[in-house]
C-alpha cells in the first residue's frame, strides 16, 4: 500500500498551490505590500539563486517581476505564512495573483511567465510533479555548493531598485 502512495505521489501533475488566495492579507505577521505584479521570494545568500533572479531580470522585458530575498522582513514573513522554514531556505515562492507558488511549480509559472523561448522550457510541467519537485529538491539541498554562499544579499542596479521589495 504504501508502494502505490508513493507511486501516486510520483505522478501527480495538478499545480501545487499553497492556501487561498490573498490569504497572506488577513496575516498580521505579513506586511503590507504592493500584489498587483508577481512576486518571487528568493535566497539573497545565494550564489545560484541570485544567478536565476539576473536569469528573469535579463528575460522579463515587460518587467512584470518583482522580487523580494527571503531573509527581508517580507520574505521572512510569507515564507512563514506558507509554512517554510526561514533558517535554511530550500525553497523559493512565487506569489502571483495572491496564490504562492513552491518549488518546481513556481520555476515553471516563471518560465511560463516569462515568454518568448524561455516559455517553451514551461513544457516541463508534464513532467510528474513528484519527480520535478525530488529533482529541485536535490538542487536546492546542494545549492551552496553549486554556486557557493553570498556573504550579502544581491543589491540591485539602480534600474532595478523599484522591482526589488
Not at 22 to 40: G, K, W
Not at 139 to 154: E, L
Request: proline share 5%; aromatic share 12%; net charge positive.
Amino acid at each position: 500500500m504504501a508502494r502505490l502512495r508513493w507511486v501516486g505521489f510520483m505522478f501527480r501533475h495538478r499545480s501545487e498551490t499553497l492556501g487561498t488566495a490573498y490569504s497572506y492579507r488577513a496575516d498580521p505577521a505579513v506586511p503590507d505590500f504592493p500584489d498587483d505584479r508577481p512576486l518571487i521570494v528568493f535566497d539573497g545568500e545565494c550564489g545560484f539563486c541570485s544567478r536565476d533572479i539576473d536569469f528573469v531580470l535579463r528575460h522579463d522585458k515587460n518587467a512584470l517581476f518583482r522580487f523580494t530575498p527571503a531573509q527581508s522582513e517580507l520574505g521572512t514573513a510569507l515564507m512563514r505564512h506558507y509554512g517554510y522554514r526561514t533558517d535554511n531556505y530550500e525553497t523559493s515562492l512565487l506569489v502571483e495573483n495572491g496564490i504562492a507558488y513552491p518549488r518546481s511549480d513556481g520555476v515553471l509559472r516563471v518560465l511560463k511567465l516569462l515568454g518568448g523561448r524561455t516559455s517553451l522550457l514551461a513544457i516541463f510541467r508534464f513532467v510528474p510533479r513528484g519527480l520535478r519537485d525530488r529533482v529541485y529538491d536535490l538542487v536546492a539541498r546542494n545549492r551552496m555548493k553549486i554556486a557557493g554562499r553570498r556573504q550579502a544579499c544581491r543589491m540591485p542596479t539602480a534600474a532595478e531598485r523599484d522591482r526589488f521589495i
